[in-house]
């Protein structure tokens, strides 16, 4: 876990109205929303951005979990 606490991954969404910011712990530490969006009418649009960028930094850190894992020699005991 250690080898992860400087880890973060940033997703951009929106044309990069939506920006989030998730860490090694798979906690988002940052989410920048451009006030343009922030209207009744783009309601929907802003919670499936969110929903998306969550979506991609969740998946981009599992990356770099599952490579540094693989550098590290994997899980004990799961070799074979």
């Known amino acids: 876990q250690g080898a992860l606490a400087g880890e973060s991954v940033t997703v951009r969404t929106m044309g990069d109205k939506v920006v989030l910011t998730m860490d090694g712990s798979m906690q988002i530490t940052g989410l920048a929303i451009d006030p343009e969006v922030l209207t009744p009418d783009k309601k929907e649009k802003l919670e499936n951005a969110i929903k998306e ?24 005991g799961m070799n074979g």
């Open 53 to 76: 960028a969550h979506s991609d930094a969740l998946k981009k850190m599992q990356r770099i979990v599952a490579g540094k894992m693989q550098a590290m020699g994997g899980f004990p």
